[in-house]
T-cell receptor, first 115, second 114 residues
């Protein structure tokens, strides 16, 4: 009964380092999403994948890349981390193909600090 | 510009003291409004979906309502375990085509004290 699993839970990076955040869902959902959550702001969409094999930019895609490895897994990569990317990152999934009035199911987040 | 605003930012209640949280929105073509609960260190947990003005949904001490411009989350006789951040999200039409988009409010932090 795992739902959406994110790894790692915490990470500290130095400016310029790269890393990949992993996300996997076991609900056979079609759509997957990456958000960032910053204090005082709503969740903001970085990238999404409406179905296996497709990815699209969201509201704040600069500095990030994604890969929809298969139906279960959707990874987020920071190629050259910057302090402005310090945030909590959430992965989510939904049954629908793209946004379509279906609720999203979230993982518990990755807390990323960039020094 | 599409916008979702939640108020208040923070709310402190005594156990048993009923209140309401507000989510107001200005969007193009509402497709649905979602309420989520978020506990510290956790991801948002889905509570309700509302699709049209006049609709209401209930779950235990929570009741969500929707009008053409806002939604309310009413909390009746809250308990300390209701303490959390409550997020509102609005799904609306994407003017540039393609899939709909989802806009989150910043949330209301609710603290219920015994």
């Amino acid at each position: 009964n795992a739902g959406v699993t994110q790894t790692p839970k915490f990470q500290v990076l130095k400016t310029g380092q790269s890393m990949t955040l992993q996300c996997a869902q076991d609900m056979n959902h079609n759509s997957m999403y990456w958000y960032r959550q910053d204090p005082g702001m709503g969740l903001r969409l970085i990238y999404y994948s409406a179905s296996e094999g497709t990815t699209d930019k969201g509201e704040v895609p600069n500095g990030y890349n994604v890969s929809r490895l298969n139906k279960r897994e959707f990874s987020l990569r920071l190629e050259s981390a910057a302090p402005s990317q310090t945030s909590v990152y959430f992965c989510a999934s939904s049954e629908a193909v793209g946004y379509s009035n279906q609720p999203q199911h979230f993982g518990d987040g990755t807390r990323l600090s960039i020094l | 510009e599409d916008q979702v605003t939640q108020s208040p930012e923070a709310l402190r209640l005594q156990e048993g003291e009923s209140s309401s949280l507000n989510c107001s929105y200005t969007v193009s073509g509402l497709r649905g409004l979602f309420w989520y609960r978020q506990d510290p260190g956790k991801g948002p947990e889905f509570l309700f979906t509302l699709y049209s003005a006049g609709e209401e949904k209930e779950k235990e001490r929570l009741k969500a309502t929707l009008t053409k411009k806002e939604s309310f989350l009413h909390i009746t006789a809250p308990k300390p375990e209701d303490s959390a951040t409550y997020l509102c999200a609005v799904e609306c039409r994407h003017l540039s085509g393609g899939y709909n988009k989802l806009i989150f409010g910043a949330g209301t932090r609710l603290a219920v004290h015994p």
